[in-house]
Structures are given as structure tokens and as C-alpha cells.
């Protein structure tokens, strides 16, 4: 796209796309958009965007290790997005 397109665009964008969210994540706020992949060693991996100046904060639904920040995140533990930001976790399972 060349772009970083507004919240309202980059939701209308992930709708048409996929109209079913694919990636496991409910109850999301408006500002945040989550994508999945799979590792080529077959853990999951998560994509959060936040595309708001305020922190929203989501309930994690699984045993998660933050990627970018090196830290692991327990299932039922608040995870808490920057402003305008971008978090990529991997799917620990059951610990």
C-alpha cells in the first residue's frame, strides 16, 4: 500500500479481507487489529496493532511469551498496548 492507513480504513481493509477473523482474538477494542500466522516450527504467532493514542488493555486468552520485549505473558494476564503500537507473541500452550 505505500500507506499506514487510519483505524477506520485498516478495519474496513481487515473486514473485506477476511470477514471472519481467523486469528483467535475476541472482544477486541475498536483501536486494535491482531493478525496469526504459523512459525515455520509450528508455534503460533500474534500480531497486535494499536491504532490509537490511548493503551488499551486486552485479557490474554493463552500462555504467551512477548516477542519483542522478551518476557512471558500467563493466560488471564492484561496485555497492555502502547499508543500507535505493534506487539508479536508466540503461543507457549499449557505451561
Known sequence: MG?????????????WL????????TDLPASVTATSATH???????FLHNWSWDR???A????FHNVLEGH???????I???PWGVMVLT???DR
Open 72 to 78: 512471558p505473558i500467563g493466560r488471564g494476564e492484561p
Open 3 to 15: 500507506t499506514v492507513p487510519s483505524a477506520d480504513l485498516a478495519q474496513a481493509l481487515a473486514g
Open 60 to 63: 490474554s486468552s493463552s500462555n
Open 40 to 46: 515455520p516450527d509450528g508455534r503460533r504467532v500474534h
Open 18 to 25: 477476511a470477514p471472519v477473523p481467523a486469528h483467535g482474538w
Open 91 to 93: 503461543e507457549d500452550g
Open 56 to 58: 488499551p488493555s486486552i
Open 80 to 82: 497492555i498496548l502502547p
